[in-house]
């Protein structure tokens, strides 16, 4: 149990362009979903924080007009990279968390998307 | 902020070897979590600590929640090349505020030499 999907697992796109990556938690009801950007042989950065129905809760530092994150329903959450320029390049993870996924301090994490903006 | 320290940055070792490898931390964390990260793939969670002065073994691994709740450690015996990839520390505040959110140490890469 505690599965999370991401879709798409990489994508290319056009400078300008908008891209939308999908985060399900697929066996398990998520009140919480985190977006974390990595970037290669460092550490994973969170970005924001979202509960379901309510606004999401972004770090100091991250653009909330640029990375556009809507959280629905309980098993879904999604993050959108507005107009990307290629320093947004990146491997972006969600993770869920959720009542009903074992202990509520456990974050089950997506297996990540790979965004490369030309 | 919060910050993590987890050391070492990367090891090689020999098939067969014990690793430990550790996170400290300036201030108090109420729950120690160990990931590990395969290339290209999301961290997978190994073992998660809720106590000061726990100690929780998962097959080859065994983690310990320091008693100062400022640092852990986790040890690999007898390591295989499966366990090759990063292994990521993180720490969280408390699991009902800030909806249990995790402060990620910067990772161990471990290299397992057959």
């Known amino acids: 149990g505690a599965v999370v999907s991401q879709h798409p697992s990489w994508v290319i796109c056009k400078s300008g362009t908008s891209v939308k990556i999908e985060c399900r938690s697929l066996?398990?009801?998520?009140?919480?979903m985190f977006w974390y950007r990595q970037f290669p042989k460092q550490s994973l950065m969170l970005m924001a924080t979202?509960?379901?129905?309510?606004?999401?809760?972004?770090e100091q530092g991250v653009e909330k007009d640029k990375f556009l994150i809507n959280h629905a329903s309980l098993t879904l959450s999604t993050l959108t990279v507005t107009s990307a320029h290629p320093e947004d390049s990146s491997f972006y993870i969600c993770s869920a968390r959720g009542s009903e996924a074992g202990p509520p301090r456990e974050q089950f994490f997506g297996p990540g998307t790979r965004l490369t903006v030309l | 902020g919060q910050q993590l320290n987890q050391s070492p940055q990367s090891m090689f070792i020999q098939e067969g070897e014990d690793v430990s490898m550790n996170c400290t931390s300036s201030?108090?964390?109420?729950?120690w979590l160990w990931y590990k990260q395969d290339p290209g793939e999301g961290p997978v969670l190994l073992i998660a600590?809720?106590?000061?002065?726990e100690l929780t073994s998962n097959g080859r691994l065994t983690a310990q929640f320091g008693i100062t709740r400022k640092d852990s450690f986790l040890n690999i015996s007898a390591s295989i090349p499966s366990d090759v990839g990063i292994y990521f520390c993180a720490g969280q505040l408390s699991p009902y505020t800030n909806a249990g959110k995790s402060t990620f140490g910067d990772g161990t890469t471990l290299t397992v030499k057959p």
């Open positions: 066996d398990f009801q998520a009140t919480t």
């Open positions: 201030s108090i964390f109420n729950t």
């Open positions: 979202s509960n379901e129905g309510s606004k999401a809760t972004y």
């Open positions: 600590l809720y106590k000061a002065g």
